[in-house]
């Protein structure tokens, strides 16, 4: 979807369009509960806060503070505040969700039990980057989108997602290495 | 910053899924670039699962309620705010818990906080939010809904004092349940031990009440307040687990029927989360409401009963439920809880029609009737009740969901499919009546004997006992030596052919029957083969044979 369909579709959203609103929805919905799954390991909050996103939407458009540059740049940055307010009134602590208990179908040859702690120390230290760096791993490695639609999607430049991806990983690493035993890889 | 280094970086990772793996383009000596690829396979490695559809739809149908309520001026966040001023208003600390909890709801979003709020018991700091919840459901309920919405919240409040009883936690807690029993200062309230103290009124067994209490370690309740919600009805004061609830409706006014000096001020208005605010009383306040009972002329709303019981049979149109006969109708079928099976526990209202009869109108399933198990037989059927028929000797509950295919009858054959609940009963699934592979026969031929049930007629030179019953139409007076046009079929099962079942039997005189007519148009000689002359028929009692 192009920039100027989002807009025509965001502008008839504006007029009470349900039908608009959701066509927005379904489109953008399954993409936003990906993100906050990838952050929150927990499908029934990540489900509640995907319904959040988007009933802020709604009332950013009315009282029209809204996008200026991308609009799903725009949900994922609604719903990376979301998270924001979550994990600071939670106290959120590290938890596993029961579906990371799940082995993989490609038959991940790392124990379930090991792999699962891994995989919670993944999302704590991906939580303590700075917002722009996780947005864009989560897109680029999460959504699997390109540096270009990432950019699109956050208002940056090509190449400031570049670095922002650059230094998000080096500081990821430095978090992973903080978190992880002696010895076990980073 | 190395803008070079983002820029390889950003290279190497750009859809390495279409070239080589980005480690194999790295030089050796590049060690930082190849472990953030690695850090980034790592990130690419947090799985995410696919949505519940229903997760998502919910969501969809917040937003698209949301707007349409912003579309003609309503919407939550008034309601929110109309909670608000209402919870200010109150007298803290319970204003504080409740509106603690509403800015919670507010600000971390109606719907996980109610999600996370749902298993909320007593004493829990999201118990508040849950009461809250559902405080703005029976104001969204439409009369019908809320009825049984408010029928699912009482039954939830007994469940929730039961599970903080049985944490042994001390919380208040609020239910609504029948008097069952006195002992001295604790009175039997449904399945509670509610501590009242010894000089309390003699309310009757069989009372509704409403307890308002704290629990205790001892697993007891003790009582701040009690109201009387209904006495039981002359009729229904036998019966100690049923409820009238003909005047169930909202309750504002109290009246003490002792010690109105020790009543405490509190309103019987339900208020989210105010049990678990106030104080415990020295002597619980007994109080009522005024009898509200219409006067003689007065248009009066049908009485309504309350009950929990199993349910044990399920015809097409009465269910039998805690020993009671219920009326079912369609409009109830088609928007019941499927887990109302056989065997489930479950609370019902009831409507009592002029002529005392019983119509379901409400059903909650308290405790499921665990899974039945399927099962298949084949036999003949050996009796027909409308509710149990009786197949291969096994007796299966015919139900309204209950599929027969075919005509039934007794000594056809029938294919069972049924579900075994864990209470061992069996109710049918499908039901397939197979038509009995039977061999039809027409000739004309003179009566040889009669008997109430039987006659022999001639068939060329055999003699053919014809079997006379309800299923025999019987035209002319019969007589022996009288002609006869013989319809009938032999017996399911048999291969005898000289007992045929008389369908129909048409005396056409009592003449002696021409040769023509005698040896008779045998329809199908093949299905009988050259006629015998059969053996001499015995006089048997009852038999009038031809002199």
């Given at each position: 979807m192009t920039s100027d369909e989002e807009r025509l579709l965001f502008e008839r959203a504006k007029q009470s369009d349900e039908a608009a609103l959701a066509e927005i929805y379904d489109r953008y919905s399954p993409a936003v509960y990906r993100y906050l799954y990838r952050r929150l390991g927990d499908e029934v909050v990540a489900e509640d806060l995907t319904a959040q996103v988007f009933l802020q939407m709604l009332e950013a458009i009315h009282s029209h503070n809204t996008w200026e540059t991308s609009f799903s740049g725009w949900l994922f940055r609604i719903a990376h505040n979301l998270l924001a307010d979550h994990f600071r009134r939670s106290a959120r602590r590290p938890t596993v969700a029961l579906s990371e208990l799940i082995p993989a179908k490609d038959g991940d040859p790392v124990p379930i039990a090991e792999r699962s702690v891994t995989m919670d120390q993944l999302r704590e230290a991906i939580n303590h980057l700075k917002p722009d760096q996780v947005e864009v791993l989560l897109l680029r490695f999460g959504e699997g989108l390109s540096h270009a639609e990432t950019s699109r999607i956050l208002g940056k430049s090509e190449g400031a997602v570049k670095v922002i991806q650059f230094r998000a990983l080096r500081a990821l690493r430095k978090e992973l290495a903080v978190q992880a035993p002696e010895g076990s890889f980073v | 910053m190395n803008f070079s280094a983002a820029s390889r970086l950003a290279e190497l990772l750009e859809q390495p899924e279409r070239h080589h793996a980005p480690e194999a383009r790295l030089?050796?000596?590049d060690r930082e670039l190849m472990d953030l690829v690695a850090t980034s396979q790592r990130v690419r490695q947090l799985q995410s699962v696919p949505p519940a559809p229903d997760g998502l739809r919910r969501g969809r149908q917040m937003l698209l309620a949301e707007a349409r309520q912003r579309a003609t001026g309503r919407s939550h966040s008034r309601d929110w705010r109309a909670m608000l001023a209402n919870l200010v208003a109150m007298p803290v600390p319970r204003a504080a818990v409740a509106g603690a909890a509403l800015v919670a709801v507010l600000a971390m979003g109606g719907g996980w906080t109610a999600r996370a709020s749902a298993q909320a018991l007593p004493g829990d700091a999201l118990y508040a939010v849950k009461r809250l919840g559902e405080e703005l459901r029976l104001r969204a309920a439409d009369p019908a809904e809320r009825s049984l919405l408010e029928t699912q919240l009482q039954a939830r409040r007994r469940e929730e004092a039961l599970a903080v009883l049985a944490l042994r936690r001390e919380a208040g807690v609020s239910f609504e349940d029948t008097l069952?029993?006195?002992h001295g200062g604790v009175w039997q309230v449904g399945q509670f031990k509610v501590r009242v103290g010894e000089e309390q009124p003699d309310l009757p067994v069989g009372s509704l009440l409403r307890v308002i209490g704290r629990t205790r370690s001892d697993g007891t309740v003790m009582a701040r307040q009690v109201v009387l919600l209904q006495a039981p009805a002359a009729q229904a004061a036998a019966r100690t687990d049923e409820v009238d609830m003909a005047e169930a409706a909202p309750r504002q006014v109290e009246t003490d029927l002792i010690n109105p000096e020790q009543r405490?001020?509190?309103?019987?208005a339900r208020t989210p989360g105010a049990e678990g605010s106030t104080q415990e009383a020295a002597t619980p306040t007994i109080a009522s409401q005024p009898d509200s009972r219409p006067a003689a002329g007065q248009q009066t709303a049908p009485r309504r009963v309350r009950w929990e019981g199993r349910i044990t049979t399920k015809r097409v149109s009465v269910w039998t439920i805690g020993g009671r006969d219920v009326l079912v109708d369609d409009a109830f079928l088609a928007q019941?809880?499927?887990?109302?099976?056989?065997g489930a526990r479950v609370m019902v209202e009831a409507v009592v029609l002029q002529d005392g009869r019983l119509k379901l109108v409400s059903l909650v399933v308290l405790e499921s009737a665990g899974e039945p198990v399927a099962e298949e037989w084949r036999g003949p059927i050996q009796s027909i009740d409308p509710a149990v028929w009786v197949v291969s000797g096994v007796a299966v509950r015919i139900s309204s969901g209950t599929r027969i295919e075919g005509l039934p009858a007794v000594g056809k054959t029938a294919q069972v499919r049924a579900l075994r609940y864990p209470d061992d009963s069996l109710e049918a699934t499908h039901i397939t009546v197979e038509e009995p592979n039977v061999t039809r026969y027409q000739w004309t031929g003179t009566i040889k004997a009669l008997a109430a049930d039987r006659w022999q007629v001639e068939w060329g030179e055999r003699t053919i006992t014809l079997l006379i019953g309800e299923h025999t139409l019987l035209e002319g007076l019969p007589a022996v030596g009288a002609i006869v046009d013989v319809e009938a079929e032999s017996i399911p099962g048999q291969n005898d052919d000289e007992v045929l079942l008389a369908r129909v039997l048409s005396v056409r005189s009592s003449s002696p029957p021409s040769q023509d007519s005698s040896t008779?148009?045998?329809?199908?000689?093949?299905?009988?083969?050259?006629?015998a002359r059969p053996a001499a028929v015995a006089s048997q009692g009852g038999w009038y044979e031809r002199p």
């Open positions: - | 030089e050796p000596d069952l029993g006195r405490r001020t509190t309103s019987s019941t809880d499927a887990g109302a099976t056989v008779g148009p045998a329809p199908e000689p093949d299905q009988l083969g050259t006629p």
